[in-house]
């Protein structure tokens, strides 16, 4: 257990849902992120939040929809995704942005179908 | 831009016998360099990390890796692996700058027959 929790841990979803993931820290820090994990890939950033103001989008669709309501919470929200949208994604913290040990959550499981 | 590269994406060991991961990345400046974890079913878990001085860095679970400046390389070792040690394994590195953003290498799966 890291500290960063994430749910839901898997979701199905249809190409004309909108739906949400949630990430939640408990360890106090400054700075949240998502990345995405495929298959045989890279983990890839998508992005950074730093006390709540999103630092770096490295060119995500619109599809995804990042909201940072404070430093504890970090949601993505999904909406017409397609089929190669289908990945793990992961939510990470650390104490700032310039610090970079990153506190990665377990991970929530996208299927779209 | 930055990358990372993990020359092998799968390597299959049996009990005991000894560990190296490689790890080469390309940035001419200052990196910070991380090897993570993810064992199967698990979240990803920092094994260890460089960010200056020594450039032997010792980690968690008898795993070490040496930092080669003029190799571009961060390889992994464990003189002596168990079957818990199956997992995936990831290099990353970071040019340690403001954002502070990470760049993953592919990952290495490692298989440890019992």
């Known amino acids: 257990e890291t500290g960063v929790t994430q749910t839901p841990r898997h979701l199905v979803m249809g190409m004309t849902n909108k739906k949400s993931l949630k990430c939640e820290q408990h360890l106090g820090h400054n700075a949240m992120y998502w990345y995405k994990q495929s298959a045989k890939k890279p983990l890839e950033l998508m992005f950074v939040y730093s006390l709540e103001e999103r630092v770096e989008n490295n060119s995500v669709p619109s599809r995804f929809s990042p909201e940072c309501p404070n430093s504890s919470h970090l949601f993505l929200h999904l909406h017409t995704l397609q089929p190669e949208d289908s990945a793990l994604y992961l939510c990470a913290s650390s104490q700032d942005s310039g610090t970079n040990t990153q506190y990665f959550g377990p991970g929530t499981r996208l299927t779209v179908l | ?114």
């Not at chain 2, 200056?52 to 679970?61: E, F, H, Q």
């Open chain 2, 1 to 114: 831009a930055q990358s990372v590269s993990q020359h092998n994406h799968h390597v299959i060991l049996s009990e005991a016998a000894s560990l190296e991961l490689g790890c080469n990345y390309s940035y001419g400046g200052t990196v910070n360099l991380f090897w993570y974890v993810q064992y199967p079913g698990q979240h990803l878990q920092l094994l260890l990390k460089y960010f200056s001085g020594d450039p032997l860095v010792k980690g968690i679970k008898g795993f070490e890796a040496e930092f080669i400046k003029s190799k571009f390389s961060f390889n992994l070792r464990k003189p002596s692996v168990q079957w818990s040690d199956t997992a995936e394994y990831f290099c990353a590195v970071s040019n340690g700058g403001s954002q502070g953003n990470l760049i993953f290498g592919k990952g290495t799966k490692l298989s440890v027959k019992p």
